[in-house]
């Protein structure tokens, strides 16, 4: 739900419909950013070499995102510039498309979470590089959509355990309930 809300909030602002506001950076430090690290810790007490990659990896995406923005405030570090910025989610892309190997043998909800969220990065990095605001605007639609899929997903887990029974699908892999 961290990852999904936080991310259908920056693109609400990547597809042109607000500017960036104190709501966007306030989900990116505190549930896009320290409650992923938290899950992620979490998921290195069950063993789940996946889940910490994963959730602390995107927890700390989320405040080094927050970081860029405000960091050049303090007069002592350069803005980051289009290009850079470009680089910065091209590397992330890069990441999120290894991360995307290894859901291949998870349910189809989360290859679909993060083969969408390997394309939002590509996205944002070509239309960053290029300064393409009709590709970021059309990036910010496909980020909506990503960010929407995890919360899918998010509650698809939460619901099908608690009731022991599949609620909402999410394609399992086969051998496993739900």
């Not at 950013?33 to 007490?45: D, N, T």
């Not at 789940?48 to 007069?75: E, K």
């Not at 993060?114 to 059309?138: D, Q, R, W």
Request: hydrophobic share 55%; net charge neutral.
């Amino acid at each position: 739900m961290g990852f999904g809300m936080t991310t259908i909030l920056l693109n609400i602002h990547n597809a042109g419909f607000f500017p960036v506001m104190s709501a966007i950076v306030a989900m990116g430090i505190f549930y896009g950013g320290m409650a992923q690290v938290i899950a992620g810790i979490l998921e290195f007490k069950k063993g789940n070499t996946f889940g910490v990659t994963a959730f602390t990896s995107y927890g700390f995406f989320w405040l080094t995102l927050v970081g860029i923005w405000y960091l050049p405030s303090n007069d002592h570090v350069a803005a980051t510039d289009g290009v850079f910025l470009g680089i910065y989610l091209a590397l992330w892309g890069v990441f999120t498309l290894f991360m995307f190997f290894g859901t291949l043998k998870g349910n189809r909800v989360l290859q679909f979470v993060f083969a969408s969220l390997t394309v939002l990065f590509f996205m944002l990095a070509i239309g960053n590089i290029t300064g393409n605001k009709g590709l970021l605007n059309i990036a910010g639609f496909e980020g909506i959509v990503c960010g929407a899929s995890a919360i899918y997903l998010a509650m698809a887990e939460v619901l099908n355990e608690q009731f022991g029974r599949t609620v909402l699908p999410i394609g399992a892999p086969k051998g496993q309930a739900h």
